[in-house]
């Protein structure tokens, strides 16, 4: 093997070591990462570790993007093994592989989605991962739409500058999908990862103890605001 060929796949692997090393750490310190603490467990010193990630910010992206892109692969693969005619079921598949990785991964999730890191601010590399989840959602309603089995809702329901910026994020992620229909999807999504994040966070340990009946209803309800039929 080639030279850089080798020296390619050595920073690879040691790239994937030292994620995975932050990724023990989130479990313990939540977002408030140390490259030191992760040199040390790694047998390095410090200054090692900056020639892969220049600044702990660096690391936090790097698990940011890669936490949203496992995120978005399972609710892509769930949603692609349900009936293609079948809004609501494609609508459960996901939620059923939202609420499982975050289950699974409770960590991660709460780095995507728990309480901001003190003096992170997610560049640009972050969107598009981020976006792979709702993306299946719209996906859903557009593919319901087009045949017919979804109705878009009035769009007198909507106050005017409430219309506009939804014409505006219409216009960037669902060309032609209906400003009213749009922002129940959106109100779908944000309800959905509240449920997740209260069961994920012990919110409703005590008072809910079947907590995957109530998130399947939950959710059921949700599909109704949405408007996917039954």
Known sequence: MPAPSIRARVRAEMLDEIKAVARRHLATDGGNLSLRA?????????????????????????????????????????????????????????????????????????????????????????LGPAMRPPAVLLGIVRDGLAAGRIAAPDPGELPEPLRADLAEIAAALAPGLPEALLARCLAGWTQLFGLISFELFGRIDRTLPHRAEYFAHQTDLLADLIGLPR
């Open 38 to 126: 992760v040199a040390r467990d790694m047998g390095m010193v410090s200054s090692a570790l900056y020639r892969y990630f220049p600044s702990r910010d660096d690391l936090l992206t790097a698990l940011i993007v890669e936490a949203y892109d496992a995120l978005g692969a399972a609710v892509e693969a769930a949603d692609a093994g349900a009936d293609r005619l079948d809004p609501r079921g494609r609508w459960h598949a996901a939620c059923r592989a939202a609420r499982g990785w975050a289950l699974a991964h409770p960590a991660e999730y709460a780095l995507l989605y728990g309480s901001p890191v003190p003096g992170y601010a997610a560049p640009d590399d972050t």
